[in-house]
């Protein structure tokens, strides 16, 4: 009797936890429509004479990354697969890694992955307002968000990350400025919804987008208390996309230099789109 009822209380707990999983799946299918949905459904064309007035570096940037005649799509669809990192610059734990993301700047975004290292399985997804990952499909081992910290950080990533996927969202207009830093750097600043983030970006000389630098607010650091350590990203390789030259190859993480160093995300392109609903 004991038994049947271990087994039948065991049972019970396994469906709820695929319940919830299924949830958690059908929360991000509604927030990657709503996001898609965010889509100009007749945008403006690309005009250089737009960013005559810019410092010069970010006049070279949106020159080499926006063709004239683009048109101005904002929400893009990624996927990629590279390698997941857990643990620190002298052991990156690393996971290999597949992902999708819909990046909807500054309405939010929702990044899907999955990562595995031998038997072990890691999935789930994040967004400006959620973090849920699951280990093997079956059990809960993160459930963050929803509070005011955890959108502050996320508007940080998703800010930064723009200016590599979506350059038509970091166009000058409202809520978004441009000031110079020095010869090759230029500071993207975004104001929305009583957030505001700011991100430093280096470009080549012919405009390519080298590197990201910005000040993220997180608790990954020893204290586990929430600070604004620096955050970067750099990128490698273009491709041609409806229009905007776009990375094949992104590294993210904290910046090389602190302790301890996560490394984050290494991971290769393999398609990206501007979604049209």
Same mark, same amino acid.
């Given at each position: =009797? ?18 919830? %999983? ?36 970010? %006049? ?19 996927? =990629? ?18 992902? #999708? ?11 899907? =992955? ?21 280990? =093997? ?14 959108? %502050? ?83 490698? #390789? ?10 094949? %190859? ?28």
């Amino acid at each position: =009797m004991l038994v049947s009822v271990l087994l039948f209380s065991i049972l019970l707990a396994a469906l709820a936890l695929r319940a919830w %999983r299924r949830m958690d799946h059908r929360a991000d299918r509604e927030s990657i429509h709503r996001l898609a949905a965010t889509q100009p459904a007749a945008p403006a064309c690309f005009d250089p004479a737009v960013v005559a007035d810019l410092p010069e570096p970010a %006049r070279r940037y949106f020159l080499y990354t926006i063709q004239p005649g683009t048109p101005l799509r904002t929400v893009a669809n990624i996927t =990629m697969a590279g390698r997941f990192g857990m643990g620190t610059k002298a052991n990156p734990n690393y996971l290999d890694m597949t992902a #999708a993301q819909t990046l909807a700047m500054p309405a939010g975004f929702v990044w899907k =992955m999955s990562a595995k290292r031998g038997l072990m399985r890691l999935s789930g997804s994040d967004s400006e307002s959620w973090t849920r990952f699951w280990l =093997m499909g079956l059990l809960p081992v993160a459930r963050m968000g929803g509070d005011p910290d955890h959108t %502050r950080s996320a508007f940080g990533r998703y800010v930064a990350e723009a200016v590599f996927w979506t350059p038509a969202a970091v166009l000058p207009g409202p809520g978004v400025q441009w000031a110079l830093v020095d010869t090759d750097c230029a500071r993207l600043t975004v104001c929305h919804d009583g957030l505001l983030q700011s991100v430093d970006l280096t470009v080549a000389p012919d405009g390519r987008p080298e590197q990201v630098r910005f000040e993220r607010w997180s608790n990954a650091n020893p204290e586990t208390g929430h600070r604004l350590p620096p955050f970067g990203g750099t990128r490698a #390789a273009v491709r041609t996309v409806a229009g905007f030259r776009l990375p094949t %190859r992104v590294d993210a993480g904290p910046v090389v230099g602190m302790d301890p160093h996560v490394p984050g995300v290494v991971a290769d392109v393999t398609d990206s789109d501007f979604p049209q609903e």
